[in-house]
């Protein structure tokens, strides 16, 4: 997920999904329903890449508990938490804590992690080098200009030795951090689900994993990663997310343990990630400390 996302921004995607979503009966849920019975209950869930082999097997899986569930599929992360925030979705399964913290702060809102699906590696691809030493001094590199996957982007290629940052590197370095003198590549931002089109423009590329695909790639062609075994990759799990006043909520934890448990869920959250994925089942006290913490965090930096 998902970054601090601006005011401004949160604001025009929670219109724009006003009005297309105005139409759509809510969920027993969201209406008061009964949270604790999962019977012949309609669970609305934003995601994005609704043709990820995970999201067959999860609504089969589902259903067999007596839960359907509703997939809303959306192009690009702006749109999921304002959908959510706004009782459109009851849940949405597309970010990290980093993404989520900066969507709450700048929101005002209050979205909250009730389950881990896992930890993605945020990969470095190139259509025109095989290997990070092959970049020239000077070619562009793209990153996504989201502000929590542009911090994570700049430190894999820190790491690939491509950049310098001043700071040393945080979850919330931008390009003014970047030391151009030390640097060995111009470094630019896209929108992130424009950059598999934008690769050929360039010498590389942060490719965020719902978009690998699309520029005809595969995962194991990434030239270089960051390592998710990280203690301190944490804030960059990828959750399911609710309202606060649901999070208690019996058939929505019913429907993250059917995630994280079932088999062909899981056989299929490999299969989309082409086996990159690390599958977590991470205490929700932890996603909440991780979140409130990267919260104030954001918040310090203003």
């Not at 219109?15 to 139409?23: D, E, F, N, Q």
């Not at 290629?157 to 003198?181: M, P, V």
């Not at 790639?217 to 990828?238: R, W």
């Amino acid at each position: 997920m998902s970054r601090r996302t601006t005011t401004l921004a949160v604001a025009a995607a929670a219109t724009a999904l006003i009005v297309s979503l105005a139409g759509c009966a809510s969920s027993p849920a969201a209406d008061g329903g009964d949270a604790g019975s999962a019977e012949n209950e309609t669970v609305r869930i934003g995601v994005v890449g609704k043709s990820d082999p995970q999201w067959p097997a999860f609504v089969e899986a589902a259903a067999a508990e007596g839960i359907d569930v509703e997939l809303v599929d959306f192009g690009s992360y702006e749109q999921p938490n304002p959908a959510l925030t706004e009782g459109e979705l009851d849940l949405n399964q597309f970010q990290h804590i980093v993404y989520l913290a900066g969507y709450n702060v700048a929101s005002g809102e209050d979205l909250t992690p009730i389950g881990s699906t896992g930890i993605y590696p945020l990969g470095l691809y190139s259509q025109k080098v095989d290997d990070v030493a092959d970049i020239e001094e000077g070619e562009k590199v793209a990153v996504p200009d989201d502000a929590s996957n542009q911090a994570r982007a700049l430190l894999v290629l820190q790491s690939a030795g491509l950049i310098e940052l001043t700071s040393g590197g945080t979850i919330f370095s931008d390009l003014s951090d970047i030391d151009e003198a030390k640097s060995k590549v111009e470094v630019i931002a896209l929108e992130a689900a424009l950059i598999p089109n934008s690769l050929p423009d360039v010498a590389a590329a942060i490719i965020n994993n719902d978009f690998v695909t699309q520029a005809g790639l595969k995962f194991e062609d990434a030239i270089a990663q960051d390592d998710p075994s990280d203690p301190n990759a944490l804030p960059y799990v990828n959750i399911f997310a609710s309202r606060a006043e649901d999070k208690d909520n019996e058939t929505y934890l019913k429907l993250v343990e059917i995630f994280q448990t079932d088999e062909a869920v899981q056989e299929g959250l490999l299969e989309a990630s082409g086996n990159t994925i690390v599958p977590l089942q991470t205490p929700v006290a932890d996603l909440e400390e991780s979140l409130a913490k990267v919260e104030e965090d954001t918040a310090a930096q203003g």
